[in-house]
């Protein structure tokens, strides 16, 4: 048992810049299998990001985790993460609030994802985006390279009005354009939240799920006062810092379910 996330460090990953889209970050890669794009959350690559990118690592995945922001391998800190949402609030790359908007970070996941398909085994690859990228990870799957995109808490646009609860974190162009594939088979969603997060909104997921029918799985655990899990009603990261390496705990059951996704649609077919 353990009263923390699980955590790790930087040992054994290997760091190259990759540059689309006029945009250049750091790719943090090791594994091997099929391939993972890994989006971190706010503040950046901590020490729970890459706890759970080692999970999936040894899980037998191929994992890109791109250093969008912050400084990687840094432990989160109040100062620290209001820094990093202070500077992407104003960063074109992100378009933090806008509504029904194409954002220059997807163009650059979409390349990194076909790069890595095309080195990595199985027909395709999937994108994992957590917080303020989760939303990225479903714009991500216009690119056919994406069989799979989960959404873990995706919290931007921040819900600050009725038109960025129910928007889908991409324009209705790329909206439409991942509903046409997961028609025809193409790709698959996963979402997640806690039941209580205000920066999740539920209408969020309803617009996605309007959009792309059964193609789109939710886990929703629960934080209500009581909850079993002994969740707060503030918990948000449901596969990083929520986890607890306990049988039968509930986020460490959504991070296996999220494995299990990955597993079935990347899994090379025998």
């Known amino acids: 048992m353990t009263e923390h996330a699980p955590i790790a460090g930087l040992t054994g990953w290997t760091s190259t810049p990759f540059t689309a889209a006029d945009i250049t970050h750091d790719v943090f890669e090791r594994g091997e299998g099929p391939g993972v794009v890994l989006l971190p959350e706010i503040p950046g690559m901590t020490p729970e990001v890459m706890g759970f990118a080692t999970h999936l690592v040894e899980a037998g995945f191929h994992v890109a985790i791109p250093s969008l922001f912050g400084t990687p391998g840094r432990p989160a800190s109040t100062g620290y993460l209001v820094s990093a949402v202070a500077k992407m609030c104003v960063s074109t790359e992100f378009r933090a609030f ?29 994108v994992i985006g957590m917080c303020f990228t989760g939303g990225f990870a479903l714009a991500a799957a216009t690119s056919t390279s994406v069989l799979a995109a989960v959404m873990s808490q995706p919290a931007a ?5 009725r ?25 698959c969603a996963l979402g997640l939240r ?38 707060s009603r503030g918990a948000h990261s449901v596969l990083t810092g929520e986890v607890r390496e306990v049988p039968g705990h509930p986020a460490a059951a959504a991070r296996e379910r999220t494995v299990e996704f990955l597993r079935t649609r990347l899994t090379p077919a025998a």
């Open 163 to 187: 038109a960025r609860r129910i928007d889908p974190t991409m324009s209705p162009d790329e909206l439409a354009r991942v509903a046409e594939r997961a028609a025809a088979g193409s790709v």
């Open 194 to 231: 806690f039941s209580e997060d205000g920066t999740v909104p539920r209408e969020r997921f309803a617009t996605i799920e309007a959009a792309l029918g059964d193609a789109f799985d939710v886990i929703e655990l629960d934080s209500s006062p009581g909850n079993p899990g002994g969740f």
């Open 157 to 161: 646009p921040f819900p600050v009005s």
């Open 98 to 126: 806008a509504v029904g908007a194409h954002r220059p970070v997807a163009d650059f996941v979409r390349a990194l994802a076909a790069n890595l398909d095309a080195r990595t085994p199985g027909p395709g690859v999937g």
